[in-house]
């Protein structure tokens, strides 16, 4: 098993470019979730997902949106890149819901210029 | 709202020394679920204890040990002799029901 795999692990933007954040996990669980952790804090979640097809707000969902069409898949996206979106990303996924074990992605590092 | 609360911006030990990371949390559910988590140079998050808030009993995992105490709301986790490899950052966790609050981490670096 892979577990929890990110794409990409490493991207540069300029502000007011887009892109989308890929996670993938094989372990079928059903809840999803995507982080953000800044230099010397913990992690905030953004959005998370609670099955196929549905997906809710976290704590810093301004600036994101997501999508979970298959249940293996959780895409971030950033419609118009700010610096301030830099930072790095967490993917994690849990079995039950978000008070099961999560486990993460390996993250991925973007950084907006 | 909820919080977590890890005062401890860094410690430095040398190996073989015990250390105790601390965790303080507040929240107003009577169920919720506190977790420790290690993050390594390498950058990824891993997976050490989960603890429901109905079960106070202390753990002991290999040289980890973890203290809970509803009473004075702590989760505080101890290692002992403490090894280079144990270099991390390590943050403490508060989650329930659709909120997840994350501390700002501890940096324990262990010197050999």
């Known amino acids: 098993n892979a577990g929890v795999t990110q794409t990409p692990k490493f991207r540069v933007l300029k502000t007011g470019q887009s892109m989308t954040l890929l996670c993938a996990q094989d372990?079928?669980?059903?809840?999803m979730y995507w982080y953000r952790q800044d230099p010397g804090m913990g992690l905030r979640l953004i959005h998370y997902s609670v099955g196929e097809g549905t997906t809710a707000k976290g704590e810093v969902p301004d600036g994101y949106n997501v999508s979970r069409l298959k249940k293996q898949n959780f895409l971030l996206g950033l419609e118009s890149a700010a610096p301030s979106q830099t930072s790095v990303y967490f993917c994690?996924?849990?079995?039950?819901?978000?008070?099961?074990?999560?486990?993460f992605g390996p993250g991925t590092r973007l950084t907006v210029l | 709202a909820q919080k977590v609360t890890q005062a401890q911006t860094e410690i430095s030990v040398v190996e073989k020394e015990d250390v105790t990371l601390d965790c303080v949390y507040e929240?107003?559910?009577?169920?919720?679920?506190l977790f420790w988590y290690k993050q390594p140079p390498s950058g990824e998050l891993v997976f050490l204890i989960r603890r429901n808030s109905f079960d106070e009993q202390n753990e002991i995992s290999g040289r980890y040990s973890w203290n809970f105490q509803k009473s004075t709301s702590s989760f505080n986790f101890t290692i002992t002799a403490s090894q280079v490899v144990d270099s991390a950052v390590y943050f403490c966790a508060l989650i329930n029901a659709g909120k997840s609050t994350f501390g700002d981490g501890t940096t324990l670096t262990v010197k050999p």
């Open positions: 929240t107003r559910d009577t169920t919720y679920y």
């Open positions: 994690a996924s849990s079995y039950w819901d978000s008070t099961d074990t999560q486990y």
């Open positions: 372990m079928n669980h059903e809840y």
